[in-house]
């Protein structure tokens, strides 16, 4: 788990869960993992896997580029996949 991102709008965290498929092959390493997106205002979250989270991961990479995004620009990336998220936050 690694915290990429928290704003006052937003938190994006990273998983990252290895996987060993030992059947086919012993040595070889699967990862599988995604991001939770977590909507401080909505007080809803996100978990993304898969495709989805390719392409959100595809996103961040070309909003960087070759500068530094403002937060307001990532705010605004980040919120189009945090609108889907229908898990309301509670806290134990």
Do not use: C, W
């Not at 704003?7 to 995604?34: H, M, Y």
């Not at 991961?57 to 937060?71: F, I, K, N, W, Y």
Request: hydrophobic residues 40%.
């Amino acid at each position: 788990m690694h915290m990429l991102y928290n704003s006052d709008s937003f938190i994006v965290v990273q998983f990252d869960v290895p996987l060993t498929e030992a059947e086919t092959d012993p040595g070889r390493q699967l990862n599988r993992g995604g991001f939770e997106i977590v909507d401080k205002f909505a007080r809803r979250e996100i978990f993304i896997e898969g495709a989805l989270a390719e392409s959100f991961q595809q996103g961040v990479q070309a909003l960087m580029g070759d500068r530094q995004p403002s937060e307001d620009e990532l705010d605004d990336f980040i919120e189009r996949y945090a609108s889907m998220g229908q898990q309301p936050v509670v806290m134990h």
